[in-house]
C-alpha cells in the first residue's frame, strides 16, 4: 500500500506567495516595457529571488510539493530570460514597445506653435461622459478587489497584491471574454472553492 505523503501546510503557503508575487511582477514588467511605468520593478524582483532562494534550504518532504517548487522555479528563470532580452532591447532603444509609443507620440504631436482647436458643446459632452464611464468602471473594479482581498483574508491566502495588478488581470479578462462570446458585458463574482478564493467572470448579453 502506498504511503500517504503528509503536505507542509507552511510550505504551501509560501509557495502561494511565491506564485501571487510572479504573477504581480509578470504584470508590472509588461507596464514597464510598454512605457507605462518608468522604474524598472528591481527591488521586488530581487525579493522574489531571495525569497525562492531561502526556500530552496528548506526540506521539502512532499513530493508534489517538491514537483510544485521545481515548476515554479523554471518558470521564474524563463520569465528572468525573457526580462533580460527585453531589457537589452529596451537599452539599444530597439523593443517594439517603446519604439511604437514614441512612434505614436511623435505622429500625434502638435506643430510648433499651433494652438489646439476649441472644444463644441457636443465633444464636451462625449468627453465628460467617457470620464463618468471610466470613473464608472474603476469603482466596479476596486470593490471587486475589496471583496477579493477580504476572500482571500479570511481563506488565510496572501493579500499584499496591489489593485493595479488585480485591475489589468481583470481588465484583461474581459477582453478575452468580450472577443470569444461577443458580449456586451462582464460581471465579476468573488467565489471560495476548495478554500481558496476566486473572481469568476460571467459573460453579460450575449448575442
Known amino acids: 500500500m502506498a504511503r500517504i505523503e503528509k503536505a507542509d501546510r507552511g510550505l504551501s503557503g ?27 520593478p528591481l527591488r521586488e524582483r530581487e525579493t522574489l529571488r531571495r525569497f525562492m532562494r531561502d526556500l530552496t534550504d528548506q526540506p521539502m518532504n512532499n513530493s508534489l510539493q517538491r514537483f510544485r517548487y521545481q515548476t515554479l522555479k523554471s518558470r521564474f528563470q524563463s520569465l528572468e530570460l525573457y526580462w533580460q532580452r527585453n531589457l537589452v ?19 500625434h504631436a502638435p506643430e510648433p506653435e499651433a494652438e489646439a482647436p476649441a472644444l463644441g458643446a ?15 468602471e474603476e469603482r466596479a473594479y476596486k470593490m471587486v478587489y475589496d471583496r477579493y482581498m477580504e476572500a482571500r483574508g479570511k481563506c488565510g491566502q496572501g493579500t499584499d497584491i496591489s489593485f493595479d495588478a488585480v485591475r489589468e488581470a481583470l481588465r484583461k479578462q474581459v477582453r478575452q471574454i468580450k472577443s470569444t462570446y461577443q458580449c456586451e458585458g462582464v460581471k465579476f463574482r468573488v467565489v471560495v472553492e476548495d478554500g481558496k478564493a476566486k473572481v469568476k467572470a460571467l459573460p453579460q448579453g450575449v448575442g
Open 89 to 107: 532591447m529596451v537599452e539599444r532603444g530597439t523593443h517594439p514597445k517603446m519604439r511604437f509609443r514614441a512612434d505614436a507620440k511623435k505622429a
Open 122 to 136: 457636443e465633444q464636451i459632452e462625449v468627453l465628460r461622459k467617457r470620464q463618468e464611464a471610466q470613473e464608472r
Open 14 to 40: 509560501s509557495l502561494d506567495e511565491i506564485e501571487q508575487k510572479m504573477f504581480v511582477l509578470k504584470i508590472d514588467y509588461e507596464k514597464y516595457f510598454s512605457g507605462l511605468e518608468r522604474i524598472e
